[in-house]
């Protein structure tokens, strides 16, 4: 019975976090063409998750390491 109970009061009630993808979703690049990085972008992935090693933050994570990786190298340092 206090199991019932207690499944029957996470159904009523919603989540807290968001979930790995904040809403609106946070664009990929910021105001001066830069990169936003992942942890920025994903803010409730947790560092050691799985969402990092596969699926859309290990895509995003791929992207972001190509892109800081193509920087020159004063602009890597600012």
């Known amino acids: 019975m206090k199991l019932f109970k207690f499944f029957s009061f996470l159904q009523k009630k919603p989540l807290e976090a968001s979930g790995p993808w904040p809403d609106p979703p946070i ?4 105001e001066e ?3 936003v990085p992942p942890w920025i972008k ?6 050691g998750s799985m969402g ?13 390491d190509t ?7 004063n602009l890597e340092l600012r």
């Open 27 to 30: 664009p990929d690049f910021d």
């Open 33 to 35: 063409n830069f990169m």
């Open 42 to 47: 994903y803010p409730n992935l947790l560092r």
């Open 52 to 64: 990092w090693r596969m699926g859309i933050g290990e895509d995003y994570r791929e992207r972001f």
């Open 67 to 73: 892109w800081l990786i193509a920087l020159p190298r």
